[in-house]
């Protein structure tokens, strides 16, 4: 169980090399898209757009979060998936069928938005992490062998509704907001073709 950090940044490697060798175990990360504990950092989970504590003052992270799901599955472990804590029955299921693979590696990407770093009230929190998935951010979806996958959700909600109401993101103009459109909507058309645009 770690962090995004300690996920996509400083464990890495070992984590790449546990898979690698398919070792029998559940890597669960739980990401908040930056160094929350230390101070807001700034991690490769941390997503384009989102001002930190060391990104320069008056600037903002240029570049797009490391899709960590697609480099787990490039290792062709026996599943992975992405979770969030806005929708708890599917991270539910998914944890039950990681523990019912048997003999090798299982990963799974659970995103938890931390009201601290994400600038929000807590009273938020699950509204966001939905708001995540709604809006094709954070897709929820599978991966068994590291070829076959599965869509869970399918959102039709702009990033903007996302995006918004996020103090970490309050900097950003409406042609930011394109952009940031325009990048999710590349991401979710691949992840469609993976899926053969089949919603099970």
């Known amino acids: 169980w770690a962090g995004d950090g300690g996920t996509f940044d400083i464990g890495f490697q070992s984590l790449s090399g546990a898979v690698e060798r398919n070792e029998d175990c559940i890597f669960v990360c739980y990401d908040n898209e930056a160094y929350m504990n230390t101070g807001v950092q700034r991690s490769s989970a941390t997503p384009y757009g989102m001002r930190t504590t060391t990104t320069p003052a008056g600037n903002w992270k240029r570049t797009g979060k490391k899709n960590i799901l697609e480099a787990m599955a490039a290792h062709r472990l026996p599943y992975a ?18 523990k019912t693979v048997k003999g090798g590696s299982r990963f799974l990407h659970v ?5 601290t770093g994400w600038r929000i009230g807590s ?75 089949f919603i099970r």
């Open 111 to 115: 995103l938890a938005p931390c009201p």
């Open 81 to 98: 998936a992405t979770a969030s804590i806005g929708y708890p029955e599917d991270m539910l299921r998914k944890f039950e069928k990681a």
């Open 123 to 197: 009273e938020l929190t699950v509204k966001i992490a939905r708001l995540a998935v709604q809006t094709n951010v954070f897709p929820l979806y599978e991966v068994d062998g590291g070829v076959d996958y599965t869509l869970n959700f399918k959102g039709n909600r702009r990033v903007e509704d996302y995006l918004t109401i996020q103090g970490r993101f309050k900097h950003l103009r409406v042609a930011d907001y394109e952009r940031i459109q325009q990048m999710v909507n590349t991401e979710w058309d691949l992840l469609l073709k993976k899926a053969g645009e």
